[in-house]
């Protein structure tokens, strides 16, 4: 079992900045590929941002591309998205997912997929004010 912890967010204004974080336990010595997606008030949950186990890969949503940047920190599985430039459409409750390890590699075609991740965060809310 993974159990995955998310941290940061807030409030933040038009045009600035948040950092969130996340870490997953559980499988010790195993380095997974996690991700972070989001739901607003009213909406389904979408696909933000991936990095893959190595970190050599990592994915975004086009509406978060150029202003969001998502890695892998110094332990073993625990990532953070970098958010700049936020707008008010960046509001929204973010969960950060971790794949099966036995699942398959993060490609383009499936990281957006809600069916990859079998474990979810509480989630942290992200509100940026109009």
């Known amino acids: 079992q993974v159990q995955v912890v998310e941290s940061g967010g807030g409030l933040a204004q038009a045009g600035g900045s948040l950092r969130l974080s996340c870490a997953a336990s559980g499988r010790p010595f195993t380095r997974l590929s996690m991700g972070w997606f989001r739901q607003a008030p009213g909406k389904g949950r979408e696909f933000v941002a991936a990095v893959s186990w190595s970190g050599g890969d990592k994915f975004y949503a086009d509406s978060v591309k150029g202003r969001f940047t998502i890695s892998r920190d110094g332990a073993e599985n625990a990532i953070s998205l970098q958010m700049n430039e936020l707008k008010p459409e960046d509001t929204a409750v973010y969960y950060c997912?971790?794949?099966?390890?036995?699942?398959?590699?993060?490609?383009?075609?499936?990281?957006?997929?809600?069916?990859?991740?079998?474990?979810w965060g509480l989630g942290t809310q992200v509100t940026v004010p109009s």
């Open positions: 997912a971790v794949p099966s390890p036995t699942g398959p590699a993060l490609t383009f075609s499936n990281v957006g997929s809600l069916a990859l991740y079998d474990y």
